[in-house]
C-alpha cells in the first residue's frame, strides 16, 4: 500500500516562493506518473502539473504556468513543487497523486493514490 505525505506548505506573501514535498512511502512510485492538484475553498479541486515517470513528460495548468516547476526524485521516490512568484489566488491545499493505472490524464479521476494535503496561503 503507497502513502504520500506532503510537506512545505505555509503562509507566504504575495510575490514569494515556496517549495511543497511529497514523499511515498510503501513501495516505490518511481514508474507512476505523478501530479499536483489544489483546492481552493468552495471550489472543485484543479490540475496544477504533472509529471510522467521518467520526468521526460510535464505539463502545466495555465494559471501556473512559467511560476511553478514540478520536478521528482526517483531515488528518494519524492515528487516536489517549486512554487515562485505566489499570488493570492494561488491559496488552496495542495495534493499530491500517483497514477498507478497508466491513465497519464489531467482528471482527478484519473488519480488512484492520493496525499492528505498541505495547505498553502498567500497574502496580499
Known amino acids: 500500500q503507497v502513502q504520500l505525505v506532503e510537506s512545505g506548505g505555509g503562509l507566504v506573501q504575495a510575490g514569494g516562493s515556496l517549495r511543497l514535498s511529497c514523499a511515498a512511502s510503501?513501495?516505490?512510485?518511481?514508474?507512476?506518473?505523478m501530479g499536483w492538484f489544489r483546492q481552493a475553498p468552495g471550489k472543485e479541486r484543479e490540475f496544477v502539473a504533472r509529471?510522467?515517470?521518467?520526468?521526460?513528460?510535464?505539463d502545466y495548468a495555465d494559471s501556473v504556468k512559467g511560476r511553478f516547476t514540478i520536478s521528482r526524485d526517483n531515488a528518494k521516490d519524492t515528487l516536489y513543487l517549486q512554487m515562485n512568484s505566489l499570488k493570492p489566488e494561488d491559496t488552496a491545499v495542495y495534493y499530491c497523486?500517483?497514477?498507478?493505472?497508466?491513465?497519464?490524464?489531467?482528471?482527478?479521476?484519473?488519480?488512484?493514490?492520493w496525499g492528505q494535503g498541505a495547505q498553502v496561503t498567500v497574502s496580499s
Open positions: 510503501g513501495r516505490t512510485v518511481s514508474t507512476y506518473a
Open positions: 497523486a500517483a497514477d498507478s493505472r497508466a491513465r497519464w490524464s489531467l482528471r482527478t479521476s484519473g488519480y488512484d493514490i
Open positions: 509529471i510522467s515517470g521518467s520526468g521526460r513528460l510535464i
